[in-house]
């Protein structure tokens, strides 16, 4: 069964520090990646997603990732974090399919000191 | 930009209650999905529905809840007979039926409280 495995289950940074979420998946075949964020008290939200093509996914709020499939994993980067991106992180996998279903990690909070 | 609505945002019930989440999901959308939040743990699959059948389930959707589509845009989750351990925001979600544009999307979540 495939599944996604997030290894930082809470991170502190100070604002304008590096950010970097590792995700690992385990599944042998095509896969989709997704990066979804859910702010305080809010719905989850498409960060980016991976389907094909270029490995380095540029996505909204100048968060990146990029796809290694030798490594299975999908990490997410941001240069330059602000306090505004303090929120949960949740990386998610789905095969390569029409109507399959998306599978969560566990998820990374992220909390930006001031 | 269309959106997934939920209602309602928050409901509070009895044990042993049934309780109905609906979800008006994307109008051009064929695929919905539901999902679960327990506070503080991780978004779990519950079931998806396409063609007015569930395509596939997760070892959470036991016999107590079930899915329909009553009519042309309601997608509605039923829970017949709540337990405490139901206590969860619940997301629905809906995606297009085309093979490349697997992206779900999630509506606000309903919260679900059984006391």
């Known amino acids: 069964a495939q599944s996604v495995s997030q290894h930082n289950h809470h991170v502190i940074l100070s604002e304008a520090a590096s950010l970097e979420l590792g995700c690992n998946y385990s599944?042998?075949?095509?896969?989709?990646l997704f990066w979804y964020v859910q702010y305080p008290g809010q719905h989850l939200q498409l960060l980016l997603k991976?389907?094909?093509?270029?490995?380095l996914v540029k996505g909204i709020k100048g968060f990146e990732a990029e796809f290694i499939k030798s490594k299975f994993s999908f990490n997410l980067r941001k240069p330059s974090v602000q306090w505004s991106d303090t929120a949960e992180y949740f990386c998610?996998?789905?095969?390569?399919?029409?109507?399959?279903?998306?599978?969560f990690g566990s998820g990374t909070r992220l909390s930006i000191r001031p | 930009e269309p959106e997934v609505t939920q209602t309602p945002s928050h409901q509070v019930t009895q044990m042993g209650q049934e309780v109905i989440l609906r979800c008006v999901p994307i109008?051009?959308?064929?695929?919905f999905y539901w999902y679960r939040q327990i506070l503080g743990q991780k978004v779990e699959f519950l079931v998806s529905?396409?063609?007015?059948?569930?395509?596939?389930k997760s070892e959470i959707f036991d016999d107590q809840f079930s899915v329909e589509r009553p009519d042309g845009s309601n997608f509605t989750l039923k829970i017949r007979s709540t337990k405490l351990e139901d206590s969860a925001m619940y997301f629905c979600?809906?995606?297009?039926?085309?093979?490349?544009?697997?992206?779900?999307?999630f509506g606000e979540g309903s919260r679900l409280t059984v006391l």
């Open positions: 998610a996998v789905m095969r390569y399919s029409s109507a399959s279903k998306i599978i």
């Open positions: 991976y389907f094909s093509g270029d490995p």
């Open positions: 599944y042998g075949g095509t896969v989709n």
């Open positions: 979600a809906s995606s297009t039926e085309y093979e490349q544009d697997g992206e779900l999307f």
């Open positions: 529905f396409y063609n007015n059948e569930i395509s596939e």
């Open positions: 109008s051009n959308h064929l695929y």
